[in-house]
């Protein structure tokens, strides 16, 4: 499966709301763990927040989403194929780099510059990004995926006594800014991690994060809650979470096609857990933040397992393929093999559509639930697959899409 980063313990999909650890969990016993296995599922977890709950996360979804009916229709449309490159372009430009060179940086300069190529192609949008320059002649671009990153550690760090990372891309990104930038508010891990959030819920969130921190210094503004937070950027921006129900349910519908099996609850697992984010932005801006605010370890457990159970469990799998928890609706198990197979799919297909000669990506997980559909063949060629007739979910959807 997709990885975001080179991480040994785990890594999440975004928009397929998928996560995989390295070592399976048994949550009937969960603190029985060691603090690195559940911190690791702390920080995937935190990324399935961001998803449902964040203009960044929406956006994510949206690209991915387009891109995947992209490749599944047979006749290509340029003007679909113009929206996606559009989309494309900026959601990578806002997210900023994912990696770099040499993970121990000293910042020397941030600017907000603007992107010439893209202000070039699209002249009415927001084309400005935050340029860090670090160890002397090095630099790196700012963004989203450093928020969610950072967030994410920070988060995790903030529940269990997991391994301290130092100057370590991203992960320490946000508070190495926050130290350059303004001190004072750095010296907080819980303030740090608010403004991620906030930052989170901008379509250009580094170079909102840069210009909030700034203004805080401007003003010499010291927050003592999380609510002095939402109320300083309250004071000088607009912000919120800006998905669109309409959106989710139209791309969902054309992902989910009408035919003789019953998607419903699928679509509706995954449209409520975006009203579900909806609804706790209303209630706070910062919700994921709050939760973790208190002093008392203990009360900090009880807030997140209460957001942990309105929220449910992405679908969830261990490198073995052995599923772990997940996609629960009214109590009821929503069908993993139906979740999966779109993801799946989109796996095999390069960014054109073309089938990538390569083993189907669920073998795994159908051998070691011992499904009557797996054969060895599943491991060579998913389309030579003879024993898979309408019982594999990814057979099933190869038809449906019609990519024979």
């Not at 499966?1 to 080179?6: A, G, N, Q, T």
């Not at 763990?33 to 979804?61: M, P, R, W």
């Not at 083993?359 to 639930?369: D, K, S, T």
Request: net charge negative.
């Amino acid at each position: 499966m997709e990885r975001l980063f080179d991480n040994l313990d785990g890594s999440y999909l975004p928009a397929f709301l998928y996560i995989q650890l390295n070592e399976s969990i048994d949550f009937q016993n969960f603190e029985s763990h060691a603090d690195e296995v559940k911190g690791t599922f702390i920080h995937e977890y935190c990324h399935f927040l961001q998803d449902v709950s964040t203009t960044y996360g929406y956006t994510n979804f949206l690209c991915y989403m387009q891109e995947f009916l992209y490749k599944i229709r047979k006749e290509k449309d340029a003007e679909d194929k113009e929206i996606l490159q559009h989309n494309k372009d900026f959601f990578n430009l806002y997210e900023g780099d994912r990696d770099i060179s040499n993970d121990v940086f000293l910042i020397s300069k941030i600017e907000i510059i603007e992107e010439e190529i893209c202000k070039e192609l699209y002249p009415e949008s927001d084309v400005r990004l935050i340029r860090v320059k670090y160890n002397l002649n090095k630099e790196f671009q700012f963004g989203n995926i450093c928020i969610a990153e950072s967030m994410a550690y920070l988060l995790e760090k903030r529940l269990y006594n997991i391994r301290k990372r130092e100057n370590e891309f991203p992960y320490n990104v946000c508070e190495e800014i926050c130290k350059r930038e303004y001190t004072a508010f750095a010296e907080n891990e819980v303030w740090i991690m608010a403004l991620c959030e906030l930052s989170l819920l901008e379509l250009n969130g580094g170079v909102f994060f840069i210009s909030v921190l700034r203004m805080m210094k401007e003003k010499r503004f010291i927050p003592t809650t999380i609510r002095d937070i939402e109320s300083f950027v309250d004071q000088y921006f607009e912000i919120g979470f800006r998905g669109d129900k309409n959106v989710v349910e139209s791309l969902l519908s054309e992902v989910y096609l009408k035919c003789n099996v019953d998607f419903s609850q699928i679509k509706k697992w995954i449209i409520t857990r975006f009203e579900l984010g909806c609804e706790c932005r209303e209630i706070s801006k910062c919700f994921i933040t709050m939760a973790l605010c208190n002093n008392d370890i203990h009360v900090r457990y009880s807030l997140w397992n209460i957001l942990m159970r309105e929220f449910g469990c992405p679908i969830l799998i261990d490198i073995d393929g052995n599923r772990i928890d997940g996609a629960y609706l009214d109590e009821t198990e929503v069908d993993i093999g139906f979740m999966l197979a779109p993801m799946a799919i989109n796996e095999l297909l390069d960014h054109d559509g073309t089938f990538i000669q390569k083993p189907c990506p669920l073998n795994i997980v159908c051998r070691n639930a011992n499904d009557p559909t797996y054969s060895e063949e599943c491991m060579e060629d998913l389309r030579k697959a003879k024993n898979l007739d309408g019982l594999c979910p990814m057979r099933g959807f190869w038809r449906m899409y019609r990519l024979e």
